[in-house]
């Protein structure tokens, strides 16, 4: 899954980083609220019920909180205005909160497989649970599910791969309850060592997710070219504003959610450099209201004939 890639549509409505701020705010602030619930809900019921596997996914449930707050600094951090220091804003500040996310995610699930390794080498320490246990993995599962699809559909609505990656977050959550539960109800019904093994299962499924939202992070903060597909819209853009005869050499990098891009534009030899100027204005203004688009830098340059370099405008017949 391409989590931080969106499909680019013109008749999408388009949301300023401010706005995608502020929803961030709103969803992360709620998730806050569920996770403490739930993580205290948990631990308190996990010693009380002898659930090791409670215990861990309440303290996973904690692990949330952190991410919550990593996302809201963030959130705060990118909507800030332009500076001396930072010409194109602090939009990556959400790329870096992405990539946080996913080393916690990785941490959690290591240390999950390390605790379900350590019980699998002595299965005689399980204890049987009692059945509370697994009402409460039951209503964290159902719970945590419902926060995910609130989560993502608010992201997908705004655009934002920050608050994709933490909705993630969310149903990875919603797993591990879902396989604590299937330990739980093998503990209850005779086979203690189905708790350890769901917990070696949440672990890598954990740390897959993790893995993955930090190597996507830290691409994108290499200067990750946007998808081909967006590209392409973006190509198509420049052709259609009048006076472009060719486009080339359309370079791209990601910055945050939105997209900063270069581009050579042909425009007729023989017009003024005036004239020329007006067509650049315009090919900037059209992609930037129809596209992610944070910045667009174009090079004029004198057309002749188009050739199999470029992509010329369609010629009347």
């Known amino acids: 899954m391409k989590h931080q890639e969106f499909a680019d549509d013109p008749e999408d409505e388009l949301y300023s980083p401010a706005e995608r701020a502020a929803a961030a705010s709103r969803c992360t602030w709620v998730s806050v609220g569920v996770n403490l619930a739930l993580s205290l809900i948990q631990i308190v019921v996990g010693i009380l019920s002898k659930s090791q596997g409670l215990i861990a996914d309440g303290i996973h449930s904690l692990s949330d909180l952190v991410a919550d707050f990593v996302v809201l600094f963030a959130s705060h951090k990118s909507k800030q205005d332009a500076d001396e220091g930072h010409p194109y804003g602090h939009l990556r500040f959400e790329t870096a909160a992405s990539m946080v996310l996913g080393l916690l995610l990785l941490a959690v699930g290591v240390g999950m497989i390390w605790s379900a390794v350590l019980k699998l080498e002595s299965p005689e320490s399980i204890q049987t649970v009692h059945v509370a246990a697994l009402w409460v993995a039951g209503g964290a599962l159902v719970t945590k599910e419902l926060l995910f699809r609130f989560m993502l559909a608010v992201a997908k609505k705004v655009k934002s791969s920050m608050l994709i990656a933490n909705a993630w977050h969310a149903r990875s959550d919603a797993a591990s309850s879902l396989v604590v539960g299937i330990g739980i109800a093998g503990n209850l019904a005779g086979y ?71 581009a050579h534009i042909e425009v007729e030899a023989s017009i003024t450099v005036e004239e020329g100027h007006a067509i650049a204005v315009a090919a900037r203004q059209n992609v930037m209201q129809r596209h992610r688009v944070l910045s667009l830098m174009t090079h004029v340059d004198p057309w002749s004939r188009p050739d199999l370099d470029h992509v010329s405008s369609p010629q009347p017949t």
């Not at 420049?238 to 791209?252: A, F, M, N, Q, S």
């Open 192 to 262: 203690p060592i189905l708790d350890p093994i769901a917990a070696l299962v949440v672990g890598c499924m954990i740390s897959k997710m993790g893995w993955s939202f930090s190597w996507n992070a830290l691409n994108d903060l290499m200067d990750r070219a946007a998808d081909e597909e967006e590209v392409a819209t973006i190509r198509i853009t420049l052709i259609e504003t009048p006076g472009i005869k060719g486009v080339h050499d359309v370079r791209t990098r990601k910055m945050g959610d939105m997209i900063v891009v270069d």
